[in-house]
């Protein structure tokens, strides 16, 4: 089993939307979870980060966490063409692993 | 401010041949790392640097030698190149170890080819 798992995709949605985006991890000692946005050819950028349970909103986003199904999503509300990129879920316990990443795709 | 660069951005090797990517970082920041990524395997991490003068392992250190230079630079080694090293590798730091709410901010990334 790998320590983070995501699906693959392509996730495929309509602009003005919400992409759901989840992402299920092994070790039950992780203790912080981050979404990363990766557009093609380019390096990751943090979106958000979450430690606690429940949900934790910045603008369009919104991380939800649930340590006790081992499970992090991030939700993107009124997505737009711009938000079309990999989303990689990374978990850190003594380091941080990473998502291979769901890629998402914005329709216009 | 710069942030985090990585010299080359680009390079082919052969089988064999060694070479060292060099990572700069200009926020003080006193964590870096090094990651590799895969097609469908995502970002693995190499080796990490907790402090200056500080080095350790990842999940795939095997074939790769480092050194925490000062604490704006952090080298990668390939001591003997071998195909199933081609990839894309990501230097990023970090103001603390990668734990609790800290932020990794990544370079741009070197395309390395294995031949």
């Known amino acids: 089993q790998k320590e983070v798992e995501q699906n693959s995709g392509p996730l495929s949605v309509p602009e003005g939307a919400i992409a759901s985006l989840n992402c299920t991890y092994s070790?039950?000692?992780?203790?912080?979870f981050f979404w990363y946005r990766q557009y093609s050819g380019k390096s990751p950028e943090l979106i958000m980060f979450?430690?606690?349970?429940g949900d934790k909103e910045d603008g369009r986003f919104t991380a939800q966490l649930n340590k006790a199904s081992q499970y992090v999503s991030l939700l993107i509300r009124d997505s737009q063409p711009s938000d079309s990129a990999t989303y990689l879920c990374?978990?850190?316990?003594?380091?941080?692993?990473f998502g291979a990443g769901t890629r998402l795709t914005v329709k216009p | 401010n710069a942030g985090v660069t990585q010299t080359p951005k680009f390079q082919v090797l052969k089988t064999g041949q060694s070479m060292t990517l060099q990572c700069a970082q200009d926020?003080?920041?006193?964590?870096m790392y090094w990651y590799r990524q895969d097609p469908g395997m995502g970002l693995r991490l190499i080796y990490y640097?907790?402090?200056?003068?500080?080095?350790d392992k990842g999940e795939v250190p095997n074939g790769y030698n480092v050194s925490r230079l000062n604490k704006r630079e952090f080298s990668l080694r390939l001591e003997s190149a071998a195909p199933s090293q081609t990839s894309v590798y990501f230097c990023?730091?970090?103001?603390?170890?990668?734990?609790?709410?800290?932020?990794?901010?990544f370079g741009p990334g070197t395309r390395l080819t294995v031949l």
């Open positions: 990023a730091s970090s103001e603390l170890l990668a734990g609790s709410t800290d932020t990794q901010y």
């Open positions: 070790d039950r000692g992780s203790q912080s």
């Open positions: 979450i430690y606690s349970n």
């Open positions: 990374a978990v850190n316990l003594n380091d941080m692993r």
């Open positions: 926020m003080n920041h006193n964590s």
């Open positions: 640097s907790a402090s200056e003068g500080t080095t």
